[in-house]
């Protein structure tokens, strides 16, 4: 994999420096970004800053043992290069394939690393944006810099990279061993012959879990409800029976891809048309698995409809095999306290361990913990109402990615560049320097509601953070709709002379 982060070029430490757009985050938002506006719009002056010593977002930041995709390659791989691996891949298998899209596409020249972007401020006056932040550690030390852009893409994620989410249980601080996050896992951590217990039920823990219980002396995942799983082979058979008929490897991506969404579709569809159908099929692999004495009931069956949350696709069913060959175990209860030992439950049980991780999830990080302001004013991202999930009320020149929780992440963030490429030539044939949403007159007794239905979708770090999220409205362009299938033909198709958007 070419070193990338090796190529970046410095800020220049004698001015301002000045862009057409500012992409902020070399993730796999951020790379497509770039992809996008070096091929679209090659005209385009554009700078990535990045505050990780490298690119890859969420591949750097997790180093637990078997971090891994929880969505298949060939949809949460870019659509414009071919996935030739495994559907769900290895951090590392990921870094590399975004490093070839850097190195095939020159664009590593764009990128610059160890920037920790402080605040971004608009002028009205000026159309343009102001961001301003220290580089050289990446942690707020080092020299400061400054640059302008006409035009703000946010591509830094949702959730915040320097600390995962864990709740203050009472007397952990009583814990005689080890307490852990994964998403800042000791480099050194020595868990071999030790009693793990991982508290968590999503994907992180269903990843974890198998890739650390052959050394440990055992593993028990602790978890206070459970969360359904799709155990399948991590086999595209598709793919390979195109791959010995000799079909090119863009050919084979695109129609897997396609195969790969319309059973999603399907799935989708049947999981809220038929949700006690897909609830039996879910617990009945288990079962395949598990074998017919164990406690399906209480250990793997949600109390929720299926796909009201995220299900994980747990490759090979490697965390039923763990469970069924004794090297981990399931408690399903709620933890009462800490112990000096290990963890009280209020069952009266008490789970015993050397190290305790805890998979609790993340904090919900908005717009990249950036202060942001709008001709001088302190903006309050709660009081915006989102225009399709990626522009809000009174923030000019500026989109946000915040991909799918249904579907891949990168699906939307390839439907949102396209977006961004037409509307910055929509502004330029316009001889446009801003462009804002805005509410319409038919809009003006629309209901503003909470970012998302958590009746529909109901994550922890959403509903943890919802108070910090915009508004939305109940009709489709306002809201952030989770529906790929539908966004991939309507965002060609929408009309960027609509009165929703304001052109200066």
């Known amino acids: 994999m070419p070193d990338t982060a090796l190529q970046s070029k410095p800020a220049s430490d004698s001015k301002t420096e000045h862009f057409d757009v500012l992409i902020v985050g070399a993730g796999i938002s951020g790379v497509g970004g770039a992809y996008h506006l070096r091929h679209q719009l090659p005209d385009t002056s554009f700078v990535v800053l990045e505050e ?53 596409n020159d664009l590593a020249r764009h990128i610059r690393y160890g920037h920790h972007i402080e605040t971004a401020s608009w002028s009205s006056a000026d159309k343009s944006w102001t961001l301003e932040g220290t580089r050289g550690d990446g942690h707020g030390g080092g020299e400061r810099f400054r640059i302008t852009a006409n035009f703000l893409w946010m591509c830094q994620g949702y959730y915040r990279h320097s600390q995962g989410y864990t709740p203050d249980w009472p007397d952990m601080d009583k814990f005689k061993g080890q307490i852990v ?24 823990a269903a990843t974890l879990v198998p890739n650390i219980a052959d050394e440990c002396s055992h593993v028990t995942l602790l978890q206070r409800s ?79 409809r ?80 989102t225009y399709r999930g990626m522009m809000f009320t009174g923030m000019p020149n500026m989109v946000w990615v915040f991909g799918y929780f249904r579907a891949s992440w990168t699906l939307r963030a390839d439907l949102v560049a396209d977006f961004v490429c037409r509307l910055l030539g929509h502004m330029k044939d316009k001889q446009a320097e801003q462009v804002e949403v805005a509410l319409r007159p038919e809009d003006k007794d629309m209901p503003l509601l909470p970012w998302i239905d958590t009746e529909n979708f109901n994550p922890g770090y959403i509903t943890r953070g919802m108070h910090l999220l915009p508004q939305r409205g109940d009709k489709p362009e306002w809201q952030h709709t989770q529906d790929y299938w539908n966004e991939k033909d309507l965002f060609p198709k929408i009309d960027l002379d609509d009165k929703a958007f304001v052109y200066k």
């Open 306 to 385: 299926p796909w009201r949350q995220r299900i994980a696709f747990i490759p090979d069913g490697d965390l039923y095999r763990s469970i069924r060959s004794g090297k981990a175990s399931v408690v399903t209860d709620e933890i009462a306290r800490f112990t000096e030992t290990g963890i009280a439950l209020k069952s009266g049980e008490e789970v015993k361990g050397d190290i305790v991780v805890t998979a609790t999830g993340f904090d919900l990080n908005v717009l990249g913990d950036i202060e942001f302001a709008i001709d001088g004013k302190t903006l309050n991202f709660a009081d915006t109402v």
């Open 52 to 104: 990780q010593e490298r690119f890859g977002g969420t591949w750097i930041t997790h180093k637990y043992p078997g971090i891994r995709s929880d969505s298949d390659l060939y949809t949460f791989g870019y659509r414009f290069k071919p996935w030739v691996g495994k559907p769900i891949a290895t951090a590392a298998e990921i870094l590399n394939y975004m490093g070839e899209v850097i190195a095939d």
């Open 181 to 204: 996050h994964p998403q800042n896992w000791p480099t050194d951590l020595d868990y071999k012959n030790k009693r793990i217990i991982v508290i968590g039920s999503g994907a992180t």
């Open 226 to 304: 459970p969360t359904y799983f799709i155990p399948a082979r991590n086999a595209q058979v598709l793919a390979d029976e195109l791959r010995t008929l000799q079909v090119d490897e863009t050919w084979i991506h695109e129609i897997v891809r396609r195969r790969i969404l319309l059973d999603q579709a399907n799935f989708m569809k049947r999981a809220f048309e038929e949700p006690d159908s897909v609830k039996a099929e879910l617990l009945g692999a288990a079962r395949l698995f598990l074998g017919p004495d164990y406690d399906i009931d209480k250990h793997f069956t949600p109390s929720y």
